[in-house]
């Protein structure tokens, strides 16, 4: 059967037209939260992986930043963990002369486990400034400080005191640009918004894509709605989003519209997109998605957890929103106009905490941060519009959202063709007792190459984020570095997570 495969291949490749062209992957790290690097699976799956809830992070119980803060991200800079977020006064009158409730705040650690609100001294609210308030609400007119998403510019070549941006905002006026040389003070980068298409109503992100070679946002639009010069406010379809590129971060290309393949459309409220620290070709994507019309407390359980008072005291005794449900999903994408939507259940679950389970929940803070050798954090929204609100710690091990998944009956995984650089092939994987991996290089029509066949490979057993492969003759595969091939691995009660080639 194995012969009669390989000779249908082998027919399939020959022919004019049908010759699968080779993924050059050089070095880079490639991770299994997708189907890139993916051409056959038999008796494996792909797997999505949860985050482990650890504790809260960061409280919001400060005047400043109560009950409705969040639109977190979080950057790591020289060893230092910077949080950033919006707080919201809990009484709406110390926000009227401005117009606005949205206070731009900031949280710091030197783990990224242990946070402090620091007295940054720079923004007076209610006679001090004894808070870690960065910017205080801009004019309606003028909403330039409104839901501020920062990030370190990797451009390169950019000035010293530019190095930290945000892009901020709000519809219609649209987003401007932010500066800073330390993350702490922020000014305006120029006048006028640089970017105006769209509602902006969320988080708005952007980034410099070393992947791309351009700056990349991605923003709030509606499927149903296209005019967003309008002047009257209107919601149309599915909330969604949609991406524009820049070289300046001043003029940007027309929007599109993301896609999500085959996948039905769901109503994505914010995106959290950034490139992966450890694979930044790759972005990961974090969206709350909202399901509207779906509750599961009821008007009795909202009352006794105070779940409606909060909300109330900002946005008025007639707001409908919490008493609806959403949670945290996950995607990908590697550039382009396309989510990648594997993986379709939640990432993260509102949980047994009733607190979670009322709409606006399960925002995470944009980015994942290392946060042990081992592991890798996410900060979730929860307990919106209550008390209790704060920011949830998550932790998976590093690379482990995805992975290519063998229970005890084992199964395979066969690549594409693809081409690497570097003298040995290391995996991030575990296995458990009884189970294990081998790995096979193949010709790119699915021939064994002698000196690397699935015979000639001990089978791989334990758990590590680096472990080299090696077959009887040893584990230098440089002789076939630029050269079209395929990886054949046999799993069995194992996970495949991550690949890397290096030197």
Known sequence: ????????????????????????????????????????????????????????????????????????????????????????PRDMSAGKSEGSTSYFCYAESTDGINWVKP????????????????????????????????????????????????????????????????????????????FKNGAFDSLNVAFWSE???????????????????????????????????????????????????????????????????RAPHIYMATPMRFVPGRRFLTDEEMDAQQLGKGFRAISGPTHSIPNEVSDTVFMTSRGGSRYDRTFMEA????????????????????????????EMSLYVGQNYVQPTAHLGRYTLRL????????????????????????????????TSAAGGVQVEIQEADGEPIPGFTLEECPVLVGDSLEREVKWTMGGDVSALAGKSVRLRFVLKDADLYALKFAE
Not at 211 to 229: A, K, P
């Open 399 to 430: 690379d482990g959202i995805g992975s290519i998944h063998a229970d005890y009956t084992g199964g395979e995984m066969v690549t594409k063709p693809l081409t690497f650089t570097g003298s040995k092939l290391t995996l991030n994987v575990s």
């Open 119 to 194: 007295t940054v001294g720079l923004v007076e609210f209610e006679g001090s400034k004894e808070n870690n308030i960065l910017l205080a609400p801009a004019p309606r007119e003028d909403p330039w400080t409104q839901s501020i998403s920062p990030f370190l510019d990797n451009r390169p070549g950019v000035p010293a005191d530019e190095r930290y941006k945000a892009v901020g905002g709000q519809w219609p006026q649209g987003l401007y640009v932010l500066v800073s040389p330390d993350g702490l003070r922020w000014k305006k980068w120029r006048e006028e918004p640089v």
């Open 211 to 277: 992947h791309e070679q351009c700056y990349v946002l991605y923003f709030r639009t509606f499927t149903g709605w296209t005019d967003y010069s309008a002047k009257s406010w209107g919601l149309s379809g599915y909330r969604t989003i949609s991406r524009t590129t820049s070289k300046d971060l001043i003029n940007w290309t027309d929007p599109v519209r993301m896609s999500f393949g085959n996948t039905p459309l769901e109503h994505l409220y914010t995106n959290g997109t950034r490139p992966y620290f």
């Open 1 to 88: 059967m194995t012969t009669i495969l390989r000779l249908s291949l082998l027919t399939l490749l020959t022919l004019p037209g049908l010759a699968l062209a080779a993924l050059d992957i050089g070095q880079r790290r490639e991770l299994f939260v997708d189907d890139y690097l993916v051409d056959r699976l038999a008796g494996t799956t792909m797997r999505l992986h949860h985050p482990h809830y650890v504790a809260p992070a960061i409280p919001f119980n400060d005047p400043w930043d109560r009950d409705a803060s969040g639109y977190a991200t979080v950057i790591v800079d020289d060893g230092l963990y910077r949080m950033y977020y919006r707080g919201g």
């Open 347 to 374: 990432f993260v679950r509102p949980g047994l905490d009733k607190g979670n389970w009322v709409s606006r929940n399960g925002v995470p803070a944009t980015g994942f941060v290392q946060t042990s050798p081992t």
